[in-house]
Each structure stands twice: as structure tokens, then as C-alpha cells.
């Protein structure tokens, strides 16, 4: 990955960071400005294509081990739309203490698939049921927790979150791959020059269009990218129109489809772990976004995200969805496109519920192939690892032992990315934790920060002023 260009007085690299300039006395923030309906909706949209394979693919994997049908299966896809949905409506627009109220956008935790596999496999909706109860009590579980996990805030220095924002968007980039190549690994065309090709031609399309066009029509970029990428494979036939004839016009995800919630110790305690890992990840995104955005991710914030993460979470189950989490393909979104109103989130969550509502509408979005969603994803990823990277040029990695605690942090991140079979012979358990290089890393760059600057270490007025300084003018997109 290419380091990025030193940063101009008049503007910045695209999806990097600027130094933060307070907005007028009396000016709206970007992060609550309201757009134009038209362009409210295409950037939301832009948002839910951006997601929706994220969303759809834990109940694609967990529902046929579980034991689904292919129309139960179905179903499950089009509840964890609709909680997603309700998950990002929660974090963006909140009520009393619970939301970050930033363009967050929450959706089906990927964290939770192995364990949940685990926990059902071959039950069926006992299964299911047993998944749903265990995944109540950890969300309410975590909803205690938020103010006190949020306390934790003052061990998320730059040197800390510039390697987890780096991890985040490193972490990410295989899963573009795995789209740019079919996305279903057992596919006979898996990996086809076809599949490559056009996720190539997607991502030319996106920078071509990033370079040539101007204003709004710039701004929604990759949604003309992945319109254009879908006509252009319509003629190869990598397109497929069966989702759209199977799918009923209306639907609603009935409450307990798969009967009341059941109670299993140990499945509890997995989900509890998973639970952990979430609002790791998420406190991590909440301070990436913070910076992109403007507006400084503070202890209220870091509390109000993660009491929507778990209340949302808590919620799902009632609608048969699974635990709900952050999306940080989504914060490289408004990295790029610079376009950071929390309403158009909002308005992105509005239409999961609609489309979790209507399977036929979530269908025609479900009609853009993997190959082009992935070549647009190398752009989005991409976005966040450079916005952590600009992050850790703040970090004083020449003063201490900064660099090591990088070095170490992101060596161990990189692990189930560069082997993925690496921890196989660690309990179940703790894998939820170990195959998480997002995870890890955090844990160990928080962990050295402790080590080195906190513990036996009284640090110098200089690089007090210098961590101050940085604490204070955090690091945002210019607009």
C-alpha cells in the first residue's frame, strides 16, 4: 500500500485527514446537516450498497448450519436488513443517553458467526432459538457495561487508534479480494480472469469517475460505479435474476419466527466474549469516525454508541437478527465522499427497514455481483487504512517506544490475515477473540501504550504538550 502524499495548506489526499478547524459560532456541523431529499437518498443508498453484503452474509452462512431451509434462510436474510436497519436508526438519530449521533452505521456483527455455528449447528430453530436467548442476555450484558467500558477512553491515544484504524481498514481489503474474485470460494469460476477482470473495471470506473466528475455527482462515486459495473456484467451473465422472481413484494420478519428465546449456559458465555469483542471494534470505529468526521469521539459519545450497539442488539432477536455492530467499510465511505451528515446514514437505515420490509427491493440491490462490489471495496477499505495512517503521523513515533507498540500491535493484527489457520489449535472460545486481528490488535497496542507510556513512566513536558496537541485538534476530512 503506497504511503500517502504530504498533505497541501489548501486541501488533503483523498480520504485522509486535516487538522480540525471549529466551525462559525452558530453554524450547523456538518455531522447534523441536513441535504436535499434527492441527494439525501443516493448518499444513503449509497451507504446500504456499501453494507449489503455484509449484512446478508452471516445469515447466509449461519442458516444453512443451523440446519434452514433456503426459504427460511431467506427470511433470516431479510430480518437482519430490517435490524440493521433499526440498529442504524438508533445510532444516528438516538433518543435520551443511547447513539454516538455520527454517520455510524450498524449491521450483523461477523464476530458472532463462528460461535453461533457452533452453538446451533444441525438444531434447527432450537437451535436458533437457543442463539437468540444467548444473544439477549449479552446485549443486555453490554448495555450495563457502556459507561463503564466508555471510562476506558484516555488508553485510545493516536498511537492506539491510528494502528486500530490501519487494522480496520487491512482487516477489510481480503473480504473486497474475496468479492473481487466471486465471493463462494467452492464457485467452478472462483478467482476467473471474468471475476477479477470486471472487479478491475469496477474500480478504474470509480477512480475514473472520482477524477472526472464534480459536486454531488463526485460525491455519490461509488454508487454510479457499482450501477455502471452491474450494466457493463449484465452481458457476461453475472448477473442473475432468480433473487427478484422468488422474492415476495411484502414481508415482515415475524417476532420469535423460530419460538421463544432459549437459555444455555455456555452459549451465553460465547456470546458474552463476542459481545466484548464488538464493543472493542466499536469504540475503535467510533474514534476513527470522530476523527474523519469533525467531531472528537468523547466519553459521552463512546457510551451513547455503545448503548445503541447493545440495545440494538437486544432488540434483534425479538426479530430474529443476530447481535448488531459497527460497519467500518462505511466510515471509508464518508472518508471518500467527504459527506458527513449523520441523516443520510439515517436515511440509509431507513431503507434496510424498508428493504427488510420489502424482499423484492432488497432483491434488486442484492442484483449487483460480488466481482463489482469488490472492486469498489479496494477503494473503500483502502480509505480507512489511510485515514490511520495519517492518524499515526501524529503519534510522536519517533519519541519513546511508539513505533514498537505499532509494530507489535499491527504484527500480531495481521495474523489471521496472513495465516488464517493460525490459531486452529486454541479452544473455540478464545478464537472469537484470537481470529479477530482487528481485536488483537487493539488489545495489544492498548496493552504497550499501558506498558511503556503509562505504568513506571512519567513522561516529559514536551511529550505531554505534543499528546495534548493532538488530543485537542484531532485529525478530519477536509470538506
Not at 450494466?231 to 413484494?249: C, E, N
Not at 496472513?418 to 492498548?446: E, H, K, M, W
Request: neutral net charge.
Amino acid at each position: 500500500m503506497a504511503a500517502l502524499p504530504a498533505p497541501r495548506n489548501d486541501a488533503v489526499t483523498e480520504g485522509a485527514v486535516a487538522p480540525h478547524v471549529p466551525a462559525a459560532e452558530g453554524a450547523t456541523h456538518p455531522v447534523d446537516e441536513t441535504l436535499p431529499p434527492l441527494k439525501m437518498f443516493t448518499s444513503g443508498l449509497q451507504h446500504v450498497a456499501a453494507m449489503y453484503a455484509g449484512v446478508v452474509a452471516p445469515p447466509m452462512v449461519v442458516g444453512p448450519a443451523v440446519g434452514l431451509s433456503a426459504k427460511e434462510t431467506a427470511f433470516l436474510i431479510g430480518a437482519s436488513l430490517f435490524t440493521a436497519g433499526l440498529a442504524t436508526l438508533l445510532q444516528t438519530i438516538g433518543f435520551w443517553k443511547v447513539g454516538a449521533r455520527l454517520p455510524f452505521v450498524n449491521g450483523v456483527s461477523f464476530a458472532g458467526v463462528t460461535p453461533m455455528i457452533a452453538i446451533g449447528k444441525d438444531r434447527g430453530h432450537e437451535g436458533m432459538a437457543v442463539i437468540f436467548g444467548a444473544v439477549i442476555v449479552a446485549s443486555v450484558l453490554g448495555f450495563v457495561l457502556a459507561p463503564y467500558f466508555s471510562k476506558l477512553l484516555r488508553f485510545f491515544p493516536p498511537v492506539v487508534t491510528g494502528t486500530v484504524i490501519t487494522l480496520i481498514g487491512v482487516s477489510l481489503l481480503p473480504v473486497a479480494f474475496r468479492w473481487a474474485q466471486g465471493g463462494n470460494a467452492t464457485a467452478h469460476d472462483y478467482g476467473s480472469m471474468k471475476n477479477i477482470g470486471m472487479a478491475a473495471l469496477t474500480l478504474v470506473i470509480v477512480l475514473a469517475l472520482r477524477k472526472l466528475l464534480r459536486g454531488f455527482l463526485q460525491q455519490i462515486a461509488i454508487l454510479l460505479g457499482l450501477v455502471v459495473g452491474t450494466l457493463i456484467a449484465v452481458p457476461f451473465g453475472m448477473t442473475s435474476l432468480d433473487a427478484l422472481r422468488g422474492a415476495d413484494v411484502v414481508g415482515f420478519p415475524t417476532p420469535f419466527h423460530f419460538g421463544a428465546p432459549h437459555f444455555e449456559i455456555a452459549a451465553i458465555v460465547s456470546m458474552c466474549i463476542v459481545m466484548l469483542v464488538c464493543m472493542t471494534e466499536s469504540t475503535a470505529d467510533m474514534l476513527a469516525l470522530g476523527k474523519i468526521v469533525g467531531r472528537p469521539a468523547d466519553e459521552r459519545t463512546i457510551e451513547g454508541g455503545l448503548r445503541a450497539d447493545t440495545l440494538g442488539s437486544a432488540v434483534s432477536p425479538l426479530f430474529n437478527g443476530f447481535m448488531a455492530s459497527a460497519f467500518a467499510q462505511n466510515i471509508g465511505l464518508v472518508a471518500m465522499t467527504k459527506v458527513r451528515s449523520r441523516f443520510v446514514v439515517a436515511t440509509g437505515g431507513g431503507i434496510l427497514v424498508l428493504l427488510g420490509l420489502c424482499p423484492v427491493a432488497a432483491s434488486v440491490i442484492a442484483l449487483v455481483p460480488l466481482p463489482v462490489l469488490g472492486g469498489a471495496g479496494i477503494v473503500l477499505f483502502g480509505s480507512v487504512a489511510a485515514s490511520g495512517i495519517q492518524t499515526l503521523s501524529t503519534a510522536a513515533l519517533d519519541q519513546g517506544e511508539n513505533a514498537l507498540i505499532v509494530a507489535a500491535a499491527l504484527g500480531v493484527g495481521l495474523i489471521p490475515i496472513a495465516a488464517p489457520t493460525f490459531y486452529d489449535a486454541f479452544p473455540q472460545n478464545v478464537r472469537v477473540v484470537l481470529d479477530s486481528g482487528i481485536s488483537t490488535g487493539c488489545v495489544i497496542a492498548i496493552v504497550l501504550n499501558l506498558a511503556f507510556n503509562h505504568l513506571g513512566h512519567r513522561k516529559s513536558s514536551a511529550e505531554s504538550e505534543s499528546e495534548a496537541g493532538v488530543l485537542a485538534e484531532p485529525a478530519v476530512v477536509a470538506h
